[in-house]
């Protein structure tokens, strides 16, 4: 048996502050508005209790936004009482979103305000009669007490408190009234099937000690309004757009720059709150939705899984102590090195005076070896930013040459060291990145360094650059796989601990997994992906949506 408890469900719970009060607002609107004839009359006296507890805390313009997006799906003939006594701009878009029957309308009629009822008989509506009876509402009709369950004797009665405003107390009148004449026509009605009751204290029992699954939907918003199983209170209205802030609900920076980009998510993390058998750690992977006949976005739709003894003990989060300790040891170590890197420079350029050749070379090794250091200080506390979603957002755009220029420059270096041959052309057209150059950057120059390290002496190394051009076009880097590590497992490679035997003064001070592992988690939190293949490395990331290339792209050499 299936029943719609979504109502019941956002109903859930204290009043919310903010943006949570909006949210609310519009989604009980949106659930009075189209099931006008499947919902039990306690249900919508409930809904429209709540939107009056909510009037204040939501400001006009949220409220008339809300109203203007039902466009034409407004049924309910006590929900446009209730909005009718808002203000003029709500009241005029609640009537331009009714979509109501002449009968139902006339019966209404006598309960809209009086702008409301005007804007019908301009229309041509007559109601004869009526305008003596609108002038004065009329009287809360009152309902004996009774021990009944059923429809028939159910009170129809606004809580008490009601508000000083005399629109609000009209309202609640004409509400209360229009509530009763549709009670009474429920009456002649065939029973409906008995409602299976909703109680909280199921929800453990029905999932037993353990859920490890929820499936879910979001609106355009990345707000979830869609889930399957209880308990539905603790994860509507979560939000996938925004990463998780101290000890809220939300996804990690992986996360909501994939929702940002539009594109599909796969095991990014995901918190949840309230509820003991949905609390803590999740993962999460979702797809996109878009609109057949408009290309509209619509959400995501995906599944949450607890995640696994391996990603529990390879990707634990760094709590807000542990990282704010461990960048302040960063920065501590890191003014010290930069001092050190400074005398070094002097002697090794005899800046204050002839020095001999013995005294350079060991100022020379001193300042590589502090350079190292400091690359690799300044590689773990990006890690613990990417962690804790603390990178900032990446924007604006770069281009491909641009890039390339500054990998030759930047790496010119370490390919003469290795004696390693950097092959990298690109398919055209090729799009801008859409990221801002020093992050464009970042990723690639520890991509392409952990690459280098891993080649043979006198080892070519190929990629390529293509765009890939779709709903959200990207850029993917093919980068052929180093000789030295041909055959290693991918979850050896990612493993922090692994490195390249044989290059202790040339490898990253935190080792090829702690490098590749950086890179993905970078490439994630921009929105793209970092897969290692058996003959290759793809590093996708997010192209420019616009660009002068015509809308038939060819691809040339």
């Known amino acids: 048996m299936r029943f719609d408890d979504r109502l019941t469900t956002v109903l859930k719970g204290s009043l919310p502050e903010g943006s949570g009060a909006a949210t609310q607002w519009r989604q009980v609107i949106d659930l009075l508005a189209q099931k006008p ?27 008339l936004i809300a109203v203007q997006s039902l466009n034409g799906r407004l049924r309910s003939a006590p929900l446009l009482v209730y909005l009718t006594a808002d203000t003029d701009a709500v009241c005029d878009a609640a009537m331009a979103a009714a979509d109501l029957t002449p009968d139902i309308i006339a019966d209404a009629f006598p309960r809209l305000s009086p702008r409301a009822q005007q804007r019908l008989q301009a229309q041509g509506y007559e109601f004869p009669g009526t305008q003596q009876e609108s002038a004065v509402p009329p009287a809360e009709p009152e309902v004996p007490p009774s021990d009944s369950d059923s429809d028939e004797n159910i009170a129809m009665e606004l809580p008490a408190n009601p508000s000083e405003d005399p629109a609000g107390q009209l309202a609640e009148s004409q509400i209360s009234a229009l509530v009763e004449k549709i009670a009474d026509y429920q009456k002649k009605r065939p029973a409906e099937p008995p409602r299976l009751p909703v109680d909280d204290s199921s929800d453990d029992s029905f999932f037993g000690e353990s859920l490890e699954t929820i499936r879910f939907e979001t609106d355009e918003s990345g707000t979830i309004n869609w889930t399957e199983g209880p308990p539905k209170g603790a994860i509507v209205g979560v939000t996938i757009a925004q990463p998780a802030f101290d000890e809220g609900p939300g996804p990690d920076a992986y996360g909501a720059a994939a929702f940002r980009q539009r594109m599909p998510m796969e095991n990014a993390r995901m918190r949840l709150c309230g509820a003991d058998i949905v609390t803590g750690d999740w993962r999460m992977s979702a797809i996109p939705c878009f609109s057949e006949e408009t290309g509209r976005f619509e959400g995501y739709r995906g599944v949450m899984r607890r995640p696994n003894m391996a990603e529990d003990a390879g990707q634990g989060g760094i709590n807000v102590e542990r990282r704010e300790q461990l960048q302040q040891l960063i920065h501590e170590l890191r003014t010290p090195l930069n001092a050190v890197i400074g ?14 050749y013995e005294y350079r070379s060991l100022a020379r090794n001193i300042m590589d070896e502090a350079r190292r250091l400091l690359a690799g200080f300044e590689d773990l506390d990006i890690a613990v930013k990417v962690d804790s979603g603390q990178l900032p957002e990446s924007s604006g755009t770069t281009k491909a040459d641009w890039l390339f220029e500054r990998m030759t420059q930047r790496l010119q270096g370490l390919t003469q060291s290795k004696v390693v041959e950097l092959n990298i052309s690109k398919a055209e057209p090729v799009r801008p990145f859409a990221l801002d150059g020093e992050s464009v950057e970042r990723i690639f120059a520890r991509l392409l360094s952990a690459a280098i390290i891993s080649c043979e002496n006198g080892e070519t190394l190929k990629g390529e650059l293509r765009t890939r051009i779709g709903v959200q076009p990207t850029n993917q880097f093919m980068l052929s796989r180093p000789s030295r590590i041909k055959g290693v497992a991918e979850e050896k490679l990612l493993d922090p601990s692994q490195g390249i035997d044989g ?40 192209a420019a949506a616009t660009s002068k290339i015509k809308i038939r792209e060819t691809e040339s050499e």
Do not use: K
Request: overall charge negative; proline content about 2%.
């Open 503 to 542: 290059d202790v003064g040339e490898s990253s001070l935190l080792g090829l997994g702690f490098s590749l592992r950086l890179v993905r988690n970078l490439a994630q939190s921009a929105g793209g992906s970092l897969t290692i293949n058996a003959d290759n490395i793809a590093l996708t990331l997010p």
């Open 343 to 356: 005398f070094s420079e002097i002697i090794e350029q005899q800046l204050f005076g002839p020095a001999s």
């Open 37 to 63: 004839g499947g919902l039990a009359n306690q249900d919508v006296q409930a809904g429209l209790t709540r939107l009056r507890d909510l009037h204040e805390r939501v400001s006009e313009q949220d409220r």
